[in-house]
């Protein structure tokens, strides 16, 4: 895979008004991960654009931006891109790269109503408008890879000055994504390491090891129900 450059806020802010300039009508993306860290000045520079859209319509329109930027889509995934699960993925010899998301990222975690709400426009440029998901959401987002320098992202946007980080906004998030995800055993892990590596502690701990268990014995349960077993064999 072509390797991109880092990109600097000043660059990324040139592309994505590139793009809104081209654009045939209006669709609003949402900016996750680094970029969105870039604009929120957590960062001076990112790897790739990281954007969810709520419609394929609009991804499609903005992919299509992008090639006539002279973008060129990466076919074959690998490696950590392939975990991310982009519904698109572009590269440009001298630009950032862009990957794509259609509502779910990681094959994983979806971009929720309430992460809708709590994101906060940046900016209108040309026809594209762009928020920019919360602190909250992008560390959940980064909670749920394995990359090695998402948790140094996690500390800062958790340590972000002038602004309280809300705990209780990662519980409703897990408890919202349950039913078709669970997520609280990953991210005691990542915030686990976080207090090893930062000495930052997550208040939300004890919640997230307790809740990871409660889903392993729900689910030995129900498979041992599908099995046959009665309520009482089960809890014997």
Request: charged residues 30%; glycine residues 6%.
């Amino acid at each position: 895979m072509q390797e991109t450059r880092l990109y600097k806020k000043e660059d990324l802010l040139s592309d994505l008004n590139a793009v809104g300039s081209r654009l045939l009508r209006k669709i609003t993306i949402y900016l996750i991960g680094g970029c969105a860290m870039s604009l929120k000045n957590l960062k001076d520079f990112t790897k790739d654009v990281d954007v969810i859209f709520t419609s394929m319509e609009d991804l499609t329109l903005f992919e299509n931006a992008l090639t006539a930027l002279g973008y060129e889509r990466i076919l074959k995934t690998e490696g950590e891109y392939k975990q991310l699960g982009a519904s698109s993925i572009l590269r440009h010899p001298d630009r950032a790269g862009f990957d794509l998301f259609h509502v779910k990222v990681c094959n994983m975690l979806v971009l929720s109503e309430n992460m809708i709400k709590r994101a906060t426009k940046y900016s209108g440029l040309g026809k594209l408008s762009v928020f920019l998901i919360s602190n909250e959401d992008i560390s959940l987002f980064k909670g749920i890879t394995e990359r090695p320098k998402d948790i140094e992202d996690i500390s800062l946007l958790i340590s972000e000055p002038g602004r309280k980080f809300d705990w209780n906004a990662i519980k409703e998030e897990c408890e919202n994504q349950a039913e078709h995800l669970k997520i609280e055993g990953q991210l005691f892990n990542r915030f686990t390491e976080l207090l090893e590596k930062y000495q930052i502690r997550a208040p939300i701990l004890s919640w997230l090891k307790n809740r990871d268990t409660w889903h392993l014995l729900r689910d030995v349960y129900l498979l041992r129900m599908e099995k046959g077993l009665t309520h009482e064999q089960v809890i014997s």
